[in-house]
Structure formats: structure tokens, C-alpha cells
């Protein structure tokens, strides 16, 4: 059949759009942290500081679109050449490099490691913890 899939695609294609998807995964873990993370505080800003209420949505909007630039501003570099991207375990997923022991992928994993999943869940942290205070006040 002409319009079949194994025969339209060659099984490198398929690796290819395999693992574009897999990276697009990578993205979106981080973002949905980094979201997380801008939640928590917009609900500790919102609970806690004086600030007059506004209908404005330039700060939801910010709050948004940060996350997806920080996002991107974490995982493009190992496209650049800042560590790599692989496939992990049984090739189901890819992602990065974590077995790889040179200076450069040690440094983007320990970067990554402290603002992609130390500095959000310390915000969320610190956000609850004062939200649950303000609460037993």
C-alpha cells in the first residue's frame, strides 16, 4: 500500500521524529515545574502582600511566557554543544546525557540539577510554608 507508514518513512526517520518528541517531553517537564513553582507564589503574593487587585492579564501573561523561556534557556544548550542528548534505558525515552563523565555535561547536569529542580521546589517551599503560617496566624 502506498500510503502506508512503514513503507513511506525509513526506520531512521522514525528514530528522528522519535526522538524530537522525546525532547519536546524534556521541555515540558521543566516547564511544568518552573509553573508550579511561579503558582506557588503567585498564590503566596496574592494571600500575603498588600497589592491592589487588577484584572490586568500582562502578569498572567509574563508568569507564562517566563516559564516557557526559562525553560527553553535549559534545555537548548545541549543542542548547542553544552552536554548532549541521548537515548535513555530500553530507547523508549531520550534525554539527557547522564552517564557521560565529561567536564561539560557534569557542569549542565549540576546546572540543571540546582535551577530546573532545587531553586523551583524552594520557592514552593518557602511560598506554602509562609502561606500555611499566614493561615494559622
Not at 503574593?45 to 502578569?59: G, V
Not at 544548550?77 to 534525554?95: D, H, I, K, M, Q
Request: proline share 2%; aromatic share 12%; with cysteine.
Amino acid at each position: 500500500n502506498v500510503f502506508d507508514r512503514e513503507e513511506l518513512f525509513s526506520e531512521a526517520d522514525k528514530n528522528a521524529e522519535n526522538g524530537n518528541a522525546k525532547k519536546v517531553k524534556i521541555i515540558k517537564c521543566i516547564v511544568s515545574l518552573i509553573s508550579l513553582a511561579v503558582l506557588s507564589y503567585e498564590r503566596y503574593s496574592t494571600l500575603t502582600l498588600c497589592h491592589k487587585r487588577s484584572h490586568d492579564f500582562r502578569k498572567a501573561l509574563l508568569a507564562v511566557g517566563g516559564s516557557w523561556i526559562y525553560s527553553l534557556v535549559w534545555t537548548v544548550p545541549p543542542l548547542l554543544g553544552w552536554s548532549s542528548y541521548g537515548v535513555e534505558g530500553a530507547g523508549t525515552s531520550c534525554s539527557v546525557r547522564w552517564s557521560s563523565e565529561s567536564a561539560e555535561s557534569t557542569s549542565y547536569i549540576i546546572c540543571l540539577f540546582i535551577f530546573c529542580l532545587v531553586v523551583p521546589v524552594m520557592v514552593m517551599v518557602y511560598c506554602y510554608g509562609r502561606l500555611l503560617y499566614a493561615v494559622k496566624q
